[in-house]
């Protein structure tokens, strides 16, 4: 059932299956501290996704460039608590793709409208570099693309789906990726909304 995607890469479809109605209302609540904003790259342009985090720390980016931050700079107070379901999720992932010891210090929550993508890029603000990402789907799928080492490889691409969980270490980990525009749908649970979770530990010491 979980496919080997990359080096180091495993989808474990339907992972989050069961909890994904809890997820999806904790991030209602997420969101009445840390509201959906849309940010910019330090070069000034908007992202098309929406962004919150929770955790002691959370992605933001402005001119000033891309970083982690343990304030939501909007409103100046620390980052949303990550839930404990949150939390014991990416656990369980890391653990079922067989990395041991995750301990997730951010959760950053990106919110796709129709037609909302996420460009080829690198994950390189973390730190820990050793320590795998998750990722749950949640909504309306996704055209997955993952590509190599370096922006010209080539990609494949993978429909990411309600319940998907991705665990991406080792090699994986500093691979380029992004999202294919997201297609008109409806989910039951998000109407055309599609919700990604990525769980990162930052620093290796807190
Ligand atoms: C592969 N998010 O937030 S999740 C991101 O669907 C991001 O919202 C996408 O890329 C989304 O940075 C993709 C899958 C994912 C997340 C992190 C990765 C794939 C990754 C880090 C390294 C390699
Ligand atoms: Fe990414």
Redesign the pocket.
Known sequence: RPERIGPDAMLLPGFALEEAESLIKQIMLIAREAPFRRLHTPGGRALS?EMTNCGILGWHSDRAGYRYESSDPLSGKPWPVMPPLFRRLAQRAAQHAGHTGFDPQAC?I?RYATGAR?GL?Q?RDEEALDAP?V?V?LGVP?K?L?GGMHRSDLTQSFT?EHGDV?V?GGA????Y?G?APIKAAMHSLTGALRY?L?FRRIRHAI
């Not at 994986?172 to 691979?175: A, D, I, K, T, Y």
């Open positions: 996704a950053l990106n996420m890029h994950d990402i990722s789907s996704a997955f993952f990411l991705v991406w994986s980990r500093l691979f990726h999202v990604n990525t």
